[in-house]
Nanobody, 126 residues
């Protein structure tokens, strides 16, 4: 069983930055694809970024490419999302998620992830 706890959300002005963290419990973090998703009010949950457990290859949604950076620290079982040049349309609840251990192919849809955190609110004012 894996538990995920996000932190680092808050209110920021457009153009500002935030760094989200996701602390994972359990012993499988280093063998799992990890991802960040976000959900705005009235919208479906959407893919933001993912990182694999082999060589930390990263994947991004087009809307955040060049502004967001996903990273992981396997020694600390922690996932990060550095968000720069934030825009009002980035406002959402951000969730971290984990795929099943030893999965070899990334998923960019929520259905591919079996563990989820409760989320942290990010609000970007104009």
């Amino acid at each position: 069983q894996v538990q995920l706890v996000e932190s680092g959300g808050g209110l920021v002005q457009a153009g500002g930055s935030l760094r989200l963290s996701c602390a994972a419990s359990g012993r499988t973090f280093s063998r799992q694809f990890m991802g960040w998703f976000r959900q705005a009010p009235g919208k479906e949950r959407e893919f933001v970024a993912a990182i694999n457990w082999i060589r930390s290859v990263t994947y991004y949604a087009d809307s955040v490419t060049g502004r967001f950076t996903i990273s992981r620290d396997n020694a600390r079982s922690t996932l990060y999302l550095q968000m720069n040049s934030l825009k009002p349309e980035d406002t959402a609840v951000y969730h971290c998620a984990a795929m099943a251990p030893n999965t070899l192919q990334v998923s960019t849809t929520p259905a591919g992830y079996i563990y989820w955190g409760q989320g942290t609110q990010v609000t970007v004012s104009s």
